[in-house]
T-cell receptor
């Protein structure tokens, strides 16, 4: 079955540290890739997405992610985190060739990031 | 209101109660979803509707009953729940299931506690 793995469940960083959150998915084929963020007490919101083209995707708030097809990975990065980046981050993937042909979105378990001032 | 709204935001109910969660999307989308978010577990897709028709029931117990009267509204009717059903229930919408990218937009969720 399709699955999405996020390697780190909890990450603790100091402000200005660099961030990289791992995301790997099973199966190849055509995929659409997403990172969502959930700030404390707020709803899930889209951070960035990859559909095609340049594998290095830039999102909001200085985040970027790189799609490496050969590694089935879509890691999230930020060169310098801020206290306001404290949130839970979810990687999500859809495979258009599965589940009766519709684009079903599969989520990873999430990574909880705490940034200390 | 813009985006996806959910009411109530918090709900506490006993195991014998009947309650309903409501979701409304103001994005002109045709697909709507219910997810369950529990601590330390991935988001679990529960139900999917496309143009008001249910297209997926992800082996959800019958004590959860969805209803989609139109493309803008989605309900989740709850009855005789168990304490393990306590979770955050998220509603989402997307343009439609067969859109090439099918980006989903989420509501704030209903925090459900079953006593």
């Amino acid at each position: 079955a399709q699955s999405v793995s996020q390697h780190n469940h909890h990450v603790i960083l100091s402000e200005a540290a660099s961030l990289e959150l791992g995301c790997n998915y099973s199966y190849g084929g055509t995929v659409n890739l997403f990172w969502y963020v959930q700030y404390p007490g707020q709803h899930l919101q889209l951070l960035l997405k990859y559909f095609s083209g340049d594998p290095l995707v830039k999102g909001i708030k200085g985040f970027e992610a790189e799609f490496i097809k050969s590694k089935f990975s879509f890691n999230l990065r930020k060169p310098s985190v801020q206290w306001s980046d404290t949130a839970e981050y979810f990687c999500a993937v859809n495979w258009s060739k599965f589940s009766g042909g519709y684009n079903k979105l599969i989520f990873g378990a999430g990574t909880r990031l705490a940034v200390h001032p | 209101e813009t985006g996806v709204t959910q009411t109530p935001r918090h709900l506490v109910m006993g195991m014998t109660n009947k309650k309903s969660l409501k979701c409304e999307q103001h994005l002109g989308h045709n697909a709507m979803y219910w997810y369950k978010q529990s601590a330390k577990k991935p988001l679990e897709l529960m139900f999917v509707y496309n143009f008001k028709e249910q297209t997926e029931n992800n082996s959800v117990p019958s004590r959860f009953s969805p209803e989609c009267p139109n493309s803008s509204h989605l309900f989740l009717h709850l009855h005789t729940l168990q304490p393990e059903d306590s979770a955050l229930y998220l509603c989402a919408s997307s343009q439609d299931l067969y859109h090439p990218y099918n980006e989903q937009f989420f509501g704030p969720g209903t925090r459900l506690t079953v006593l």
